[in-house]
């Protein structure tokens, strides 16, 4: 029985961690034995969990890249303790996700794998692995990654080590020679063929959605609940909202919204709740799946306004919920937009956004839906996408 090991900041916990689940399930389904690695939250999973480090190594990591811009660099002893453990398990197939976010050392995990012959997958959910440090470079405009990262524009650490990390990112990462790796959108896909890693071997395949538990539901609860029964409403998902996911748009987008049209917003914390319009209403991060598809259900248009996405999680299990989604014309976003199911738009424009959520509003969310869900059950087929990554598994060990 062949083995995998996926290595993950979380287990079976926000959008990376339920794609590393879900893709194990898919290994064990096709006779595999899998085992993820962690660093950080977790749920529980069906593969075999293997946690990284004790529950204050993430806050020490981070206090010491805060000040030494070393994400990525810590961590020491809980990286040689999981490579103890990479060896006696001996995978077949060591399948890297996000390794940043401050509970590993990459240093020390590429120096080990760069010494042995085992394939090594890597699915880029970000852009981290090849700039100096940053996850997206899109919303400061910057290209340096593309030559050499220095003198970083979205630096907030106290000494700027973006030329060093990129040196030693494309040292390490450039040196194994048993890479492949997986962008999760042509978008991505395509800035990867333009950084250091562009020699590599490179196969780009969609994240894929549970349509079985992702889908229309009869049943709306949510509007009851809040009291929007006759509203139109527009639904905003995030798993931590920041300025990159425009969140600061929504708020612009509700001073002129009428009185039947109202915005809800998921994932949002504490505070910035306390500071948000009440013409916007509020909910704080959920994990109960359940709630989400209530959710996509209830509403008539998911609205993805970031203006950096490698793929667009939320827009997809909106379409698998048969909700239409309007998202702006930055990145992996117009990707998962084809005609029937929602618009592009000029990311910022908000008549352009009133625009496109009138013209649904006027035909109606039926009119969208079957085309929504088909969508969802040809593209991103939670079985079909993750198919691919069995098939590459077995390609690289020639099963």
Not at 1 to 8: E, S, T, V
Not at 136 to 152: D, G, L, P, V, Y
Not at 284 to 309: H, P, Q
């Amino acid at each position: 029985m062949p083995k995998l090991l996926q290595i993950n900041a979380t287990a079976n916990w926000g959008s990376t961690g339920k794609i590393a689940e879900q893709i194990g399930q898919r290994a064990m389904e096709h006779g595999w034995e899998s085992y993820i690695a962690y660093g950080r939250k977790y749920n529980p999973s069906k593969s075999k969990l293997i946690k990284v480090g004790g529950k204050l190594n993430p806050y020490i990591h981070f206090v010491k890249q805060f000040i030494f811009d070393t994400e990525g660099l810590n961590s020491i002893h809980a990286t040689k303790k999981l490579i103890n453990r990479i060896k006696s398990i001996n995978p077949d197939i060591i399948h890297l996700h996000n390794i940043h976010d401050h509970w590993l050392s990459y240093k020390i995990l590429f120096e080990y794998l760069n010494t042995i012959n085992t394939p090594v997958v890597w699915t880029f959910h970000d852009c981290w692995a090849f700039t100096g440090h940053c996850m997206h470079f899109i919303h400061s405009n910057c290209n340096k990654w593309k030559t050499q990262c220095r003198e970083c524009p979205q630096n907030k650490r106290i000494i700027d080590g973006s030329d060093h990390n990129y040196i030693l990112k494309k040292t390490l990462f450039g040196n194994n020679k048993n890479l492949t790796i997986v962008p999760v959108s042509h978008w991505l896909e395509d800035e990867v063929k333009q950084s250091f890693l562009k020699n590599k071997r490179i196969n780009t395949i969609l994240n894929g959605v549970d349509i079985d538990v992702f889908h229309p539901l009869e049943k709306d609860s949510v509007k009851v609940k809040y009291g929007i029964e006759n509203k139109f409403l527009l639904i905003g998902l995030a798993t931590a909202w920041t300025s990159s996911k425009g969140l600061k748009d929504y708020v612009e987008l509700s001073k002129y919204l009428p009185n039947d049209i109202k915005i809800m917003l998921v994932g949002l914390s504490p505070t910035q709740t306390s500071y948000l319009p009440k013409s916007i209403i509020c909910v704080e991060r959920t994990s109960n799946i359940g709630e989400l598809v209530e959710l996509y259900s209830a509403a008539d248009v998911v609205l993805n306004l970031s203006y950096a996405e490698t793929f667009g999680l939320t827009t997809a299990e909106g379409f698998a919920c048969g909700t239409p989604g309007i998202v702006y014309n930055k990145t992996a976003s117009p990707e998962l937009i084809s005609e029937g199911v929602g618009y592009v738009v000029e990311a910022g424009n908000i008549e352009q956004l009133l625009s496109a959520i009138t013209i649904i509003k006027n035909k109606g969310k039926e009119y969208y839906s079957k085309n929504c869900r088909q969508r969802a059950e040809q593209f991103f087929n939670k079985n079909k996408c993750f198919d691919k990554y069995i098939e590459l598994y077995n390609e690289l060990i020639n099963i």
